[in-house]
């Protein structure tokens, strides 16, 4: 029995020895303030948590991703990274015993229990807390920095930026903004409250949340909460179960955003435009033309062709622009 353990732990107790020794490293202070002993290069990064996985696609370093968050990327995914089919999938409920046998030069995501626990095996972890468009630019610098990127990730950041202050200025002299509700993933009756990320984007596209008072991530909310709120407008996320037809079948027709028929939906490429990754400035973009068309007037295909060449280094196919209501050809929310 003594012999069987040994068997199973040695490789275990080796590769952490291994990963627990660079040759050559630096510290690094993350997002929640912890100093991180991470490899002058990084060539084998695993990623559990998908803002990370996008990041480190803004930054050109897919190549370098030996494990991504989800199982299955989609075909946009799998166009920037040919062998993204072969790389290994990592969740924060991944076992010590599954990063070990990755031997991740480091790993990037969200705080939680797994940090320590990868940290006793002697796995650098550098942690991301993205709330709003400051903090999620400021990850994206952080990264850039380990992974000698700071040039690109200044660029994306300008362009970021420079379409924040353009839609503040286009939206500055209109006195009523324009209200959103953005159903739940699961229910149209659960929503956004002030403290995550799709509420900073509401209020950069001009908008006002109208649930904004509202804290502790997706809240449910009743019929009456809806009806009394009385949205212009109703989005609905792209990773979401429900959708327009669901939003109709509410008996909510007394609502503007529903009797004007004003239900639209994110877009999303290598994943979805209302996550905190260099991606939401085009759900900012794509919102703000939603809301005010007569004041802004982006070209969202031209610009999202700008942004992934750019950026990303290609763009293989044009983005499917959905509204989420049925009839509505999603192509006329765009000049």
């Known amino acids: 029995m003594m012999y069987q353990r040994l068997r199973i732990l040695l490789p275990a107790i080796f590769s952490a020895v291994i990963i627990a020794c660079p040759v050559d490293a630096r510290t690094v202070c993350d997002m ?3 100093q991180v002993h991470v490899p002058k290069t990084m060539e084998r990064i695993a990623c559990p948590y998908r803002v990370a996985d996008d ?5 050109g370093a ?10 299955h990327p989609n075909s946009i995914k799998k166009s920037f990274c040919e062998g993204i089919d072969h790389t290994g999938y990592a969740q924060p409920e991944s076992s010590i015993e599954e990063f070990l046998r990755l031997r991740p030069d480091g790993v990037f995501m969200r705080p939680g229990p797994l940090v ?3 940290e006793e095996v002697g796995i650098p972890v550098f942690c991301l807390k993205v709330e709003d468009p400051d903090s999620m630019i400021r990850g994206l610098m952080m990264m850039a920095d380990i992974l000698g990127r700071k040039d690109h990730a200044n660029r994306i950041a300008a362009y970021y930026r420079e379409k924040l202050i353009y839609i503040k200025e286009c939206t500055a002299s209109i006195v009523q903004k324009k209200t959103v509700y953005m159903a739940g993933y699961q229910s149209v009756f659960a929503t956004i409250g002030g403290d995550f990320y799709q509420d900073h984007l509401i209020r950069a596209g001009g908008g006002v949340n109208v649930a904004h008072e509202l804290t502790g991530g997706w809240v449910s909310v009743s019929r009456e909460h809806l009806v009394a709120w009385n949205p212009d407008f109703i989005l609905l996320a792209p990773y979401s179960h429900i959708n327009a037809r669901d939003v109709m079948d509410e008996a909510i027709e007394c609502v503007n955003a529903v009797r004007k028929e004003q239900i639209h939906t994110f877009p999303s ?5 209302d996550l905190p990754t260099p991606e939401s400035i085009l759900g ?5 033309n939603i809301l005010y068309p007569d004041n802004i007037r982006f070209d ?8 992934y060449s750019q950026f990303y280094g290609r763009y293989p196919k044009p983005v499917e622009w959905k509204t989420g209501h049925p009839g509505i050809d999603s192509r006329k929310d765009f000049p």
Request: aromatic share 16%.
């Open 55 to 59: 990041m480190i696609f803004a930054l």
């Open 300 to 307: 969202m295909e031209r610009e999202a062709e700008y942004f």
């Open 284 to 288: 900012i973009m794509w919102l703000a």
């Open 32 to 34: 929640i303030g912890r």
């Open 62 to 71: 897919a190549d370098k991703l030996i494990a991504i968050s989800t199982r």
């Open 269 to 273: 490429y290598l994943d979805a435009w």
């Open 116 to 118: 320590s626990r990868l």
